[in-house]
Nanobody
Framework: QLQLVESGGGLVQPGGSLRLSCAASGFTLDYYAIGWFRQAPGKEREGVSCISSSGGSTNYADSVKGRFTISRDNAKNTVYLQMNRLKPEDTAIYHC?????????????WGQGTQVTVSS
């Protein structure tokens, strides 16, 4: 069973930073692209970023380009999302997901999510 666990969320002031982690258990992340998605109250879930299985390809939503960085450490079976210059509109529950394609569209497993709140 593919299990993903997110951590690192919390309350941060606008302009601050957080680093989210997505750790896998029960399987090896090496074979999967990993995506970060978010869902704010009353809004549809949106893709934030995706990293290929090798880490050689990444993509970002326009709303986070230049502020967020996705990376992976396959030796630690973990993917990270570094979020800088956070804005109130970044407030959402952030989920990571393991995908069978490099565009993170064919989702195989979801994590339970971690809350990110950006507020003064």
């Amino acid at each position: 069973q593919l299990q993903l666990v997110e951590s690192g969320g919390g309350l941060v002031q606008p302009g601050g930073s957080l680093r989210l982690s997505c750790a896998a258990s029960g399987f090896t992340l090496d074979y999967y692209a990993i995506g970060w998605f978010r869902q704010a109250p009353g809004k549809e879930r949106e893709g934030v970023s995706c990293i290929s299985s090798s880490g050689g390809s990444t993509n970002y939503a326009d709303s986070v380009k230049g502020r967020f960085t996705i990376s992976r450490d396959n030796a630690k079976n973990t993917v990270y999302l570094q979020m800088n210059r956070l804005k109130p509109e970044d407030t959402a529950i952030y989920h990571c997901a393991a995908a069978g394609d490099r565009s993170c569209r064919q989702i195989r497993s979801w994590g339970q999510g971690t809350q990110v709140t950006v507020s003064s």
